[in-house]
């Protein structure tokens, strides 16, 4: 007989109650999420490849994996954000984040900082390539391009060859360019699927009497073999120039929408510079040439809360700056596909807190034009990133 029948039976006494299946699977669901959230925030998240501005480097349809840790996670700057969304929820145009508590963004520790050559996920500064809203940065819209210079470098471009301090930059061995091809005839498609060449990468540009002009993005290497074949009459760089049509760009044409300012400075995607990468701490004297240079980005990124620009004067918080020190570090971005990518070249520089991480390797291929049984690119599977 229990003769302590009075007192309480302690929790650990007393039989545990068995979890309801609804309960298991509730308790399952929230520790994945949970994991996932932290590992994606933390260590690394995957994206896909949407455009050929990267070709032949990353392929539309590439999945890859980009790292966190080598340059360090930010904190968020939205802590009111549905776990596992970007900008908005899922298949809706609802927003996933609410901008009632707003904190200030800061790294953690990496084990790298950003060099040249590296492939760089980053949020897309400019409003206009942000669906003209202005979203916080760490849900800017993401790209994916390779970093051609660093803080303090000075960038130009000479004939296609980008220029870092003065000296040759080493360029990607399978970079892109747009070529003009003239053909006999219509290039079977036999042929270009032998060649790799898909519906994105070319188009027919004319058919004068005798023959069939194409554009075509290719590799040198690829330029050079088909221009081996009987029916290619001839290949040659080309892009296009306003008013000229397509053929090579030269030094005198100029692209209206080429950054910082076209009037100013007479550029193209070709013939591009020389454009001095800010860093942290760099000091500039304000003049008309530097604010035509770096003035929408002193205002627009460069944390200052007052900027205005009149009369060729910088002011700030209501007074005039004669000389201007950047309290960020920036980059210069480009595409490995040089005549199909919107770029540094076409908005400006990425700020060091626009950087999201280091594209590391692709653990899917998926080739859309490619027939069911050929859809994987199975020689991509697990391919390191260069």
Not at 28 to 38: E, P, Q, R
Not at 60 to 81: A, E, M, N, W
Request: glycine content about 4%; overall charge neutral; some cysteine.
């Amino acid at each position: 007989m229990n003769w302590q029948f009075w007192k309480k039976r302690t929790t650990e006494e007393q039989p545990a109650k068995p979890k309801s299946k609804a309960r298991e699977w509730w308790d399952a669901i929230l520790f994945a999420v949970i994991a996932a959230t932290l590992i994606r925030w933390l260590i690394m998240e995957a994206y896909t490849i949407p455009t050929p501005s990267m070709e032949n480097s990353l392929l539309v349809g590439d999945f890859l994996f980009v790292s966190k840790f080598h340059y360090g996670t930010r904190t968020t700057t939205t802590p009111l954000q549905i776990p596992l969304t970007h900008q908005k929820i899922w298949f809706t145009e609802i927003p996933s984040y609410l901008d009632w508590v707003k904190l200030p963004q800061y790294r953690l520790p990496g084990i790298s900082k950003v060099k040249r050559e590296d492939v760089v996920v980053f949020n897309v500064p400019p409003r206009e390539l942000n669906e003209y809203k202005d979203y916080p940065v760490d849900l800017k819209t993401n790209y994916i391009k390779r970093c051609v210079a660093i803080p303090g470098d000075t960038l130009r471009i000479v004939n296609r060859q980008v220029l870092i301090n003065g000296k040759p930059s080493p360029n990607p061995p399978l970079m892109q360019y747009s070529y003009i091809v003239v053909s006999d005839t219509d290039i079977n498609k036999r042929v270009l699927d032998k060649y790799q060449i898909y519906e994105d990468d070319y188009q027919i540009v004319g058919r004068p009497g005798n023959g069939v002009i194409y554009q075509m993005y290719l590799t040198e290497e690829l330029a050079a073999e088909l221009k081996k074949l009987n029916f290619i009459r001839e290949i040659k760089v080309a892009t296009y120039n306003g008013n000229d049509g397509f053929g090579a760009r030269t030094e005198k044409n100029v692209e209206s929408n080429i950054f910082p300012d076209s009037e100013a400075f007479p550029w193209n995607g070709d013939f591009f510079g020389p454009l001095v990468i800010p860093a942290e701490g760099m000091k500039i004297q304000i003049n008309p040439k530097t604010l035509a240079t770096y003035g929408s980005t002193i205002k627009l990124y460069d944390h200052n809360d007052d900027v205005k620009i009149e009369n060729d004067k910088l002011f700030i918080d209501g007074k005039e700056v004669a000389e201007y020190t950047f309290k960020q570090n920036y980059y210069f971005m480009m595409g490995d596909n040089r005549h199909n990518s919107l770029d540094s070249r076409y908005w400006g520089f990425v700020p060091e807190d626009h950087i999201v991480g280091k594209a590391f390797f692709i653990w899917l291929s998926i080739d859309r034009n490619a027939d069911f049984f050929n859809k994987i690119r199975w020689n991509r599977f697990f391919k390191l990133i260069e």
